[in-house]
């Protein structure tokens, strides 16, 4: 551990995955609620069109590349907004347009050598500098600020955008915004894992993060949580394993995205063994549905012919009679109480 | 007319209004005004207009021609959009994502408040009145997902009631939803009915929302046909069918 953070290159390194890790999925996950996973790895080939020409001017390409994935960002935007069909061809034409000229002109300035353009597509993390580092720390923190404000009103427009429109928010300029942040982290992995990869870091996470939560609070949270560990992870595992370190990363967050389906599968097997289904009835308990409620820790429960129905999912839960039998986890509780009617058929009841 | 009490100036006042879709019209030429506290059912067969004209009251549809009044502001200058909430009619909630019942819900709360103001408290028990409206408030923290298709109809009308908006126009509340659902659903509207909420609904039937609706209008070919009560609708549909006895016989 100590050996690496002694290299000046590897502290950059790190602290630049840092940064990404934090970023890339925060952006990602409205991009994975649009239903838009693949918008990320479009930008990046019309990044690498940007690159080319900061690398023809000798001007920094990390800036060309900025100022090319945020225009591509906001044409792509207005292209939805006018809602054309023809749109998703205009789309295809600027991604692969952009890619087949980042490498024709980049090839074209530096010969047939392709390090290089192979470092921008899969990422040269050792070749960050102090500079660059210092720039994609401040990209990240505008990244990091904007969405933490505007999460409410990006999730508001990337969940029901028709609603968003009828209830006075403007649905476009969030989208541009959104745009312009997926452009930003492009540019900011770029390094990092490179430009042909970075969408992995946007939406895998995020993926993962879906199986271990229940709220959009809670899945942005273990999103990031995930996204700086296969980042931060992916770039030591690298060092010493001697591997290329984006795909390194983008391979250890693909292995939690598994241990997230695995645990969260299991986190379900384990609270359906754990409780019991209430039988089926199509009445639907609430206030003045006609059953006694009663207050039961966080929710209320319903008094249905003698027994406690809550609701849970899909279905009514059936609740010890007494209060304190399964506030007390020793005795049993809900899981040791009478097993009464639990049938293959209830647990169909399940949806997910 | 000028009996000294004047009537309350209409929610929605339409004069030879038209709406449509890109530049092109869909619904011509309608003449309307609802008054305060009216439940107003818009039928209509598939293709007819009827959504066009409702959603043409939220500017989600074109404006084309005549005047457009709502809440006695012409619609283009009317500036606070969530006096009149919207119930769309949609089968997924949040999109590609987990979402719980009061994060949807609190979205309807955004377009109230500057873009930098996180929600406050005032927010929150918005929230919780606006569920307990619709008789969620015990599912508040439930993924969405793990409702049934009513309930997630009611998160839908708990998300337009959260604003307190004055008038509710909702686009077939009761398609899709199994029978229970319905019954619920129809108790909903009826308290929103009787606490004197102005209503504007689109559906394919009348029979989940009877006893609620006050006023029916019918939309075809993308014009109103009838404008009337429930029991004169039904009289005019008798007629009708009748009419079109005698022409086969």
Redesign the interface.
């Known amino acids: 551990m100590s050996d690496m953070l002694a290299l000046d290159f590897m502290r950059n390194a790190l602290l630049a995955a840092l940064v990404v890790g934090l970023a890339a999925p925060l952006v990602g996950i409205f991009l994975v609620q649009r239903r838009l996973s693949l918008v990320g790895d479009g930008l990046g080939h019309v990044a690498l069109a940007g690159v080319a020409i900061g690398v023809v001017t000798d001007s920094s390409p990390v800036w060309t590349a900025l100022v090319a994935a945020v225009l591509a960002g906001v044409v792509i935007e207005l292209i939805r907004a006018r809602g054309r069909t023809s749109g998703d061809v205009a789309l295809a034409l600027m991604f692969y347009g952009g890619l087949a000229a980042g490498v024709v002109i980049i090839n074209k300035v530096e010969g047939a050598q392709t390090a290089n353009l192979t470092g921008y597509l899969f990422g040269s993390i050792t070749t960050t500098t102090r500079s660059d580092v210092a720039v994609f720390t401040a990209l990240s923190a505008v990244i990091v600020l904007v969405t933490v404000v505007l999460r409410q009103r990006l999730f508001a427009v990337a969940g029901d955008e028709e609603f968003a429109r009828a209830s006075g928010l403007p649905v476009l300029a969030l989208n541009i915004v959104l745009a312009v942040l997926t452009a930003v982290t492009v540019v900011v992995a770029m390094r990092v894992i490179g430009l042909l990869l970075i969408s992995a870091l946007m939406i895998i996470p995020n993926a993962a993060a879906q199986q271990l939560s229940a709220s959009f609070r809670a899945a942005t949270w273990w999103a990031v949580g995930l996204g700086v560990v296969s980042s931060v992870g992916g770039v030591m595992t690298s060092y010493y394993a001697d591997t290329a370190s984006g795909g390194t990363i983008v391979l250890l967050a693909i292995a939690l995205f598994a241990l997230a389906v695995l645990g969260g599968s299991l986190r379900k097997a384990v609270a359906t063994a754990r409780h019991r289904h209430a039988e089926r009835h199509l009445h639907e308990h609430g206030p003045g549905c006609g059953h006694e409620a009663v207050a039961h820790g966080d929710h209320v429960d319903y008094l249905h012919d003698g027994h406690r129905h809550a609701a849970h999912e899909g279905h009514y839960d059936e609740h010890a009679d007494h209060p304190s039998a399964d506030a007390d986890p020793g005795s049993g509780g809900v899981a040791g109480a009478r097993t009464g009617r639990h049938t293959l058929g209830d647990r169909e009841e399940v949806t997910r | 007319m000028s009996t000294g009490v004047s009537a309350p100036p209409p929610v929605v006042d339409l004069r030879r209004a038209s709406f449509g879709h890109l530049g092109r019209p869909v619904v011509t030429d309608v003449d309307l005004a609802i008054a305060p506290g009216q439940v107003v059912a818009v039928l209509g067969p598939n293709g007819s207009g009827k959504t066009t004209l409702v959603?043409g009251l939220?500017?989600?549809s074109d404006h084309l021609g005549g005047t457009v009044e709502v809440l006695g502001t012409p619609l283009a200058r009317l500036?606070?959009?969530?006096r009149?909430g919207?119930v769309?009619q949609?089968h997924t909630?949040?999109?590609?994502?987990?979402?719980?019942v009061a994060?949807?819900v609190?979205?309807?709360l955004?377009?109230t408040r500057p873009?930098?103001r996180p929600?406050g408290r005032r927010g929150r028990e918005a929230v919780r009145r606006a569920l307990?409206t619709v008789?969620?408030?015990?599912?508040a923290?439930?993924?969405v997902?793990?409702?049934?298709g009513?309930?997630q109809r009611r998160v839908l009308i708990a998300?337009a009631l959260v604003?307190d908006p004055e008038v509710l126009v909702m686009d077939e509340p009761t398609a899709g939803v199994?029978?229970?659902?319905q019954k619920?659903l129809a108790g909903v509207l009826r308290g929103l009915a009787t606490s004197g909420t102005t209503m504007l609904v689109v559906t394919h039937e009348l029979g989940a929302l009877r006893g609620t609706v006050d006023r029916v209008l019918a939309v075809d070919a993308g014009h109103l046909s009838f404008d009337g009560t429930p029991q004169e609708y039904a009289a005019h549909q008798a007629e009708r069918a009748r009419a079109a006895g005698r022409e086969d016989a």
Not at chain 2, 178 to 181: I, L, R
Request: hydrophobic share 40%; no cysteine.
């Open positions: 959603t939220l500017g989600l500036r606070d959009r969530t009149i919207y769309p949609r909630l949040s999109g590609g994502v987990r979402a719980t994060e949807i609190a979205t309807g955004l377009a873009w930098w929600a307990e008789g969620l408030a015990d599912r923290r439930f993924d997902d793990t409702l049934s009513g309930q998300r604003a199994d029978e229970a659902s619920v």
